[in-house]
């Protein structure tokens, strides 16, 4: 599968614990997005790395939530001392570096925060 | 005001209908936009990207009006595997895409 990749694809967790989660783009793209969705709402976009550098935040990144691309190549988001209303999907998503390019989205991490 | 705004529906049609989702976006130096479909707990897959001129896959077909901001995507025949929720995505600046809250649309046998 040469896909957007992500792991775990399922997560229950109590509140206050950290969790993170793995994604692995489609090996040529430099370009790697993470977006968080809720139930009955289109994706909302938290962060982007061009390599390995993060080149944007939303301010919905807040700083209990991290992200990093260390290589270049796979990428973590980590949610610190989680809360209930962290419990989404975590989209990631990568593409070519060019505005016209197609961006895949891999088929998300669901987090349930109890 | 959201970027992108999106009647969620739910829209009900019997199979052979013709079916149109619109969608209004605020920035007004967006440049490119995109229909995407979400089935239920599947991750948004690229249904087809929105010209200016308008084009055409098959029964589907989407409109961009700059002027109005506004785009729309048109679906003939109406078959059940078209059921999902529609997603209009514009793309401002270099990276991020914006999205709607989706349509959702059924198809009826």
């Known amino acids: 599968d040469t896909g957007v990749s992500q792991d775990p694809r399922h997560k229950i967790t109590k509140r206050g614990q950290n969790v993170t989660f793995r994604c692995d783009p489609i090996?040529?793209?430099?370009?790697l997005y993470w977006y968080r969705q809720t139930l009955g709402q289109g994706p909302e976009f938290l962060t982007y790395f061009q390599n390995e550098a993060q080149l944007e935040k939303s301010r919905l990144l807040s700083d209990r939530f991290s992200a990093e691309r260390p290589k270049g190549s796979f990428s973590t988001l980590e949610i610190q001392r989680t809360e209930q209303g962290d419990s989404a999907m975590y989209l990631c998503a990568s593409s070519l570096q060019g505005i016209g390019n197609t961006i895949y989205f891999g088929e998300g991490s669901w987090l349930t925060v109890v | 005001r959201k970027e992108v705004e999106q009647d969620p529906g739910p829209f009900n049609v019997p199979e052979g209908a013709t079916v149109a989702f619109n969608c209004t976006y605020s920035?007004?130096?967006?440049?490119?936009f995109f229909w995407y479909r979400q089935d239920c707990r599947k991750e948004p897959k690229l249904l087809m990207s929105?010209?200016?001129s308008g084009n055409e896959d098959g029964r589907f077909t989407a409109q961009l009006n700059r002027a109005s901001q506004y785009i729309s995507l048109l679906i003939r025949d109406s078959k059940l595997s078209d059921s999902a929720t529609y997603l209009c995505?514009?793309?401002?600046?270099?990276?991020?895409?914006?999205f709607g809250t989706g349509t959702r649309l059924t198809v009826i046998p």
């Open positions: 920035n007004s130096a967006s440049q490119s």
């Open positions: 090996s040529e793209h430099n370009r």
């Open positions: 929105v010209y200016s």
């Open positions: 995505v514009v793309r401002s600046g270099a990276n991020n895409l914006f």
